[in-house]
């Protein structure tokens, strides 16, 4: 409308018109209708008309206002209905409420009608209401446009809030106060919490000026993600008296000790840890700048700073020291005997110091030594005797004695030497004693007893033959495997065991290398005395004496009669499955390549099913796995009791079975075969104690040789199949088809292009503008990732991120996006183009990982890019899906500079609780939002209130997928602050956005 049209032109110009109109109607009737009572009637009905019109008129002016002033009440209430903020108006005359929200209510304790009988200078505290009174005079004076303060109300029940309220008003054309507009926010429990916070920050003041030990608190410095110094933020006085040094709050410790990163990086690298991550930390650390050790207990207060308590150890330290030194002395001296030493308490016999060749004689730690005692390693037959001259020694009546029996820590037995005296040791009489090992003596002692046991108790047949091949002697062993009496194997010859199977030439060629190498072993086939055949293995050796010379053979054989019925039983189980003893995948693979041949050779069908057992892992979750079991050796029997003797079933694993149905007539036989397996797994499976349970199946069936002409093949088909079947309700069957073998290939086809396409160095990183709209000057970039197929082309995220999603694989580009971000936007700041924000997106998947930060950090620092140039846009789902994990993760991010920003917002379920704790940056409204802007009311209502709800909550807002230059004047007026999309520029290359930004620079 032409803003010189007022209502007073428009209502002069309307009755300008009627004048005339009733002139000049009333004229052309007199001079056209004669007859006076004609030109009456005819009057008349021209005045209805008139009438009739004027009101059509104001009817239709009417509704649209009445409409225009809904749509503005809608809005309005929209605003003033917002949950977290106290909305009202009020009159600039009378004071008196004129509107109020539901929140302001619930914070006074009033209803709406009871609220409105108040004025708002009735319910303000009285030491408040000059101050407010004051101010709201100058306000509707004009002196100034509205006011914010901190005030306290009256509730209904008679407390005090206390309160924010930004005030605003309202004039009429005249410059008049119209109406007072009033935001108030509750901010009693702050103010509480404020007033606690000042006592607790007296108290633990007090504390602080008071502490003995040296307290500071500091800030880190990092530069690309590394701690390189840090700053005094506070320190007590303890602190000065410890250190001696003064005058360091506000500044860095570089400063303070000239050359301290230099000289003292771990310590940097320990701070620097508990700044970031917040978990605390003790440590001692030798102060080279002040020749003082120091203890320090760490911890960190807020991201990015930390909290040191420190004690003055160099004392304590100096005196360790010096008694290590006399202590290392003493230790080397005794730790560098031969002989174990062992001292021991004269009143518990408890051991109180060892040696480490008494540690290793007896197998003990010194740590587990010093919790035995004297009885600990004797053994029970010869203990009274040891502490008969355990007290002896003591008195110092004897001090050796030999061949004593010691018990290791492992239970085994050796002999020592022992020689003991007493020894007094701080005022506590001890005994030391002396500990020789003599086990080798005794076992070469022991050697020939041993081995003549051995010959005798050897599981294995053992004999010796003299070098004409007469046997001189054997054990009982060989003589319970050839079933031979000793007397009668004495003096005879071996051969007399030979059964047939091995003729001359093998052994002509044993001995030949007996008589070459010394020795020989393999399997000989022997002859019982009862004429039984039995296999042996045998290794035979020559026995040499000093002079090296033989003077017998040895031979030592073991009966592998048991070991081939085991590995005759190992190649039934390596075809036939444990459980069920059915055939396994390795049997049956074997079966169908041969049944498959023989369709061939005879032009025959054969049909494959792929037997899947619907929600069996249910039954194992509930029931157990020995009901499980139970249920598969049930089924099997009933299944192989309705098959053909030509087929084969056979169990693939788990709960999936194969059958195989040779020489079948047309595909119908399968589908006949398994409508009866389903009919039959239909009926209840009842297990020994009684209970009832019932089965399905899924069933995909392929047929040679349609559905291919190998066992591998038919297999596949007949499993995409039963998955098939699955998907469609399961308990059924699904014959297969080439789609699902095409859809398969398809997808597996793409996941190995995408991986290779990473390496390939395939990807790509387009940009899209982000513009400020009060400037109209691109401030930013949103970074977006494109796949440079080389056969297909330009491939759009949303044809591969899924995927590379469910494969893991987005962690790798997300990576390679990042990095290839900060390396463009790294190279445009060489270039000297304006300064630039670029945001990049992080998916759920990357986010949920954990270790964003770390790969921020290492990123940045590889490339050197800043920090507070880059920005990183999260979903809400990723964020409200690991609620107090994401807000310490932000704040790491924030800690080191970087931007942070919510994307998408409104299509997820964030509520404004938590919202609030996200220390955010930029709230970018969804493209959904902004597309039927300004053709859909509930779109534009949507925008405008995450715009006024994001700057209530100290967001810049950003609106995505802007086109058109509607759009972009609504976002304009709504207070919007930047926008992107098509009506500025796609996502383009960077050499293309770069050249857009020079073009930007000339005008």
């Avoid at 002196?143 to 309160?163: C, H, M, Q, W």
């Avoid at 102060?287 to 050790?293: M, R």
Wanted: charged share 25%; glycine share 6%; with cysteine.
């Amino acid at each position: 409308m032409d803003k010189r049209l007022t209502p007073a032109s428009i209502a002069l110009s309307y009755a300008v018109f009627a004048a005339l109109w009733i002139f000049a109607s009333d004229r052309l009737l007199a001079l056209f209708l004669p007859d006076h009572e004609l030109i009456l009637w005819v009057s008349l009905f021209k005045g209805l008309f008139f009438v009739a019109a004027t009101a059509v008129l104001l009817y239709l002016l009417m509704r649209k206002l009445l409409s225009q002033a809904t749509a503005r009440d809608k809005q309005l209430k929209l605003f003033h209905d917002l949950p977290f903020i106290g909305m009202a108006i009020s009159s600039p005359d009378s004071k008196a409420w004129l509107y109020t929200n539901d929140r302001l209510c619930d914070m006074l304790g009033y209803t709406r009608a009871e609220i409105q009988q108040t004025t708002w200078a009735d319910i303000t505290h009285p030491d408040d209401l000059d101050g407010n009174v004051e101010q709201f005079e100058r306000m509707k004076a004009g002196e100034v446009d509205g006011y914010t303060l901190e005030k306290r109300f009256i509730r209904k029940d008679g407390s005090p809030i206390n309160a924010t309220i930004n005030v605003k008003c309202t004039r009429g054309p005249d410059g008049k106060a119209n109406y007072i507009v009033a935001l108030i926010d509750d901010i009693t429990q702050r103010k509480r919490a404020e007033l606690a916070l000042r006592k607790s920050e007296a108290t633990y003041r007090s504390l602080f000026d008071n502490m003995l030990n040296g307290l500071a608190h500091y800030r880190m410095i990092f530069r690309d993600g590394v701690p390189v110094d840090y700053e005094f933020i506070a320190v007590n006085p303890a602190f000065e008296q410890t250190t001696g040094l003064r005058d360091v709050v506000g500044k860095k410790v570089s400063e303070i000790i000239p050359g301290y990163a230099e000289a003292n990086p771990d310590s940097l690298q320990v701070f620097g840890k508990v700044a970031q991550t917040g978990e605390p930390a003790r440590w001692e650390h030798y102060l080279a700048a002040l020749d003082k050790w120091f203890s320090f207990s760490i911890y960190s207060p807020a991201p990015g700073e930390f909290v040191v308590v420190h004690d003055d150890i160099t004392e304590r330290k100096r005196a360790d020291e010096a008694l290590r030194e006399s202590e290392n002395r003493f230790r080397n001296i005794f730790n560098s005997a031969n002989d174990g030493i062992l001292l021991a308490d004269a009143v518990t016999r408890k051991f109180i110091m060892s040696n480490p060749a008494v540690q290793h004689m007896l197998g003990y730690s010194e740590e587990e030594l010093l919790g035995l005692k004297v009885d600990d390693i004797h053994v029970a037959e010869e203990l009274p005797d040891v502490l008969a001259q355990f007290t002896r020694r003591l008195s110092g009546e004897s001090r050796s004695t030999h061949n004593v029996s010691v018990k290791r820590k492992d239970g085994s037995v050796f002999y020592a030497d022992i020689s003991a005296s007493p020894i007094t040791i701080n005022g506590k009489l001890s005994l030391i004693g002396n500990f020789r090992d003599i086990s080798e003596r005794k076992r070469n002692e022991d050697a020939l007893r041993q081995a003549a046991t051995v010959f005798q108790n050897s599981h294995n047949g053992i004999i010796i033959t003299d070098l004409q091949g007469n046997i001189v002697a054997v054990n009982q062993s060989f003589v319970k495997h050839t079933d031979y009496a000793e007397a009668e194997l004495l003096g005879k010859n071996p051969r007399i065991l030979h059964s047939g199977r091995q003729g001359r030439d093998f052994y002509r060629k044993m001995w030949a290398n007996i008589l070459e190498a010394g020795f020989w072993q393999g399997e000989v086939w022997n002859r019982r005395k009862n004429g039984e055949v039995y296999p042996t293995w045998l290794a035979i050796s020559a026995v040499r004496n000093d002079q090296d010379v033989t003077t017998h053979y040895v031979g030592i054989s073991s009966d592998l009669s048991q070991l081939k019925q085991s590995e005759a039983e190992r190649e039934h189980l390596a075809h036939f499955d444990p459980l069920t003893d059915l055939p396994n995948r390795l049997l049956l693979q074997s079966h169908l390549a041969h049944a498959l041949a023989h369709a061939q050779r005879h032009r025959t069908q054969l049909g494959v099913l792929y037997i899947d057992l619907d929600r069996f892992k249910n039954i194992n979750d509930s029931m157990g796995y020995l009901v499980g079991d139970e249920l598969l050796v049930n089924l099997t029997e009933r299944l192989t009791m309705h098959m053909r003797s030509e087929d084969m079933l056979a169990r693939l694993g788990g709960d999936e079975f194969l059958m195989v149905l040779e020489q079948i007539n047309s595909p119908e036989d399968t589908a006949i075969v398994a409508r009866s397996l389903l009919e039959l797994l239909s009926q209840p499976f009842v297990l020994p104690g009684g209970q009832e349970i019932f089965i399905g199946a899924s069933i995909g069936i392929s047929i040679y040789p349609n559905d291919g002409d190998s066992a591998e093949q038919m297999i596949q088909h007949a499993d995409a199949a039963m998955h098939q079947a699955k998907k469609q309700g399961r308990n059924t069957y699904r014959f297969y088809t080439d789609a699902l073998t095409r859809a398969a290939g398809e997808h597996l086809e793409l996941e190995n292009r995408l991986r290779h396409a990473i390496g390939a160095n395939q990807l790509r990183v387009y940009y899209q503008p982000q513009v400020d709209i009060a400037s109209g000057h691109i401030v930013g970039a949103e970074a977006l990732v494109r796949w440079q197929d080389p056969e297909r082309g330009l491939i759009q995220p949303v044809n591969f991120i899924r995927l590379a999603e469910e494969t893991g694989l987005i962690g790798a580009i997300g990576e390679w996006v990042l990095k290839e971000t900060c390396l463009q936007g790294k190279r445009w700041i060489d270039a000297g183009l304006p300064f630039l924000t670029l945001a990049v997106n992080l998916s759920p998947h990357q986010f949920m990982r954990g270790n964003i930060v770390e790969l921020v950090s290492k990123v940045l620092a590889q490339t050197g890019f800043p920090a507070d140039r880059l920005e990183l846009e999260l979903t809400e789902s990723a964020l409200m899906e690991q609620e107090e994990d994401a807000v310490k993760m932000l704040h790491l991010l924030r800690a080191q500079d970087i931007r942070l920003a919510i994307d998408d917002f409104g299509t997820g379920y964030s509520s404004l609780a938590y919202l609030k704790r996200f220390p955010l940056d930029i709230l970018k409204i969804d493209k959904s939002f902004v597309d039927d802007i300004p053709f859909h009311q509930d779109d534009m209502e949507i925008a405008s209130t995450i715009i006024a709800m994001g700057h209530i909550l100290g967001f810049k807002v950003l609106a995505e997928g802007v086109e058109t230059a509607e759009q972009l004047e609504f976002l304009k007026e709504k207070g919007c602050d930047m926008y992107q999309g098509y009506l500025t520029s796609p996502p383009v290359p960077a050499e293309d956005f770069e050249k857009m930004l020079a073009e930007k620079m000339q005008k």
